[in-house]
C-alpha cells in the first residue's frame, strides 16, 4: 500500500481501503470518470463488500469519488473551478500556518526542515518520487505548526488536491521551480522571516496552479 503520507492515519479497515482508494485516484491509476464497483475493491483486499461500501463513504467526503444511484462509485473529474477553490482556501490556511511555525518552532526542527527540503532537488529526476517526497515535507511543515485544529482543516485539503499536484508535478521545469519553493520557504522560516516565506508561498502556489491548468485543460 502506497505510504506516501499518512493521510488518514488509517486503524479499521474501512479506513485502509480508503488510503488504498485515496492512492489510486490521487495517481491516476483510476482515472477521471472510472466506475469503481465494490466488488473489485473487495477482491483487491480479499474482504466483503461492507468494509468497502463504508470506505466509499470517507472517499466521497474527500470529494474524490461519487457515489451514483445503480451505478456504484465514480472517480470525480478534474474541475478547473474546484482547483481554484481548493487552492485559495489552502493559501488562506498555510499562512496561518507558516505563522504558527515561524513563532513555534524551534531552531533545531527548522534545521532538519531545510534539510529534507534541499534533498527534494535531487529527486526531482523522477517525478513519483518527488511527489512522494513532498507529500512527506508538507506533512513535516504541518506538524511543525503544532495545532491540532489546522491540521484537521489543512489534511482533507491536501488530500483533495494531492491529484491535482499530481499533474502539476508533471514536467521537469515544474518540479525544479517546486523543489526550490520548498528550500527558500523553508530557509526563510529558519531566519524567522515569515514575510519572505509567505511570498515564496505565494510565488509558488501561483506557478504550480497554472501549471496544473496547463496539464488539464490540454488533456
Partial sequence: MNQVVKRLAP????????????A???EERLEPGQRITEQFVAEQYEVSRGPVRDAFRIVEKLGLIKLLPR????VSPLDPVELQELFAIRAAL????????VENASDEQLTELVGNARELRSLVDDADTFFAASNVISEEFLTLACSHKLSELLRPLHIQIMRYRHHGFS???ARNASALGFVEIAEAMKTRDKGRALD????????LQSEIERVI???
Fill in 11 to 22: 486503524q479499521t479497515l474501512p479506513d485502509q481501503i480508503a488510503e488504498w482508494l485515496i
Fill in 24 to 26: 489510486e485516484v490521487s
Fill in 71 to 74: 451505478k456504484g462509485a465514480v
Fill in 94 to 101: 498555510s499562512r496561518v500556518a507558516i505563522g504558527r511555525v
Fill in 171 to 173: 514536467s521537469l521545469a
Fill in 200 to 207: 515564496v508561498l505565494e510565488a509558488m502556489t501561483g506557478v
Fill in 217 to 219: 485543460g490540454s488533456s
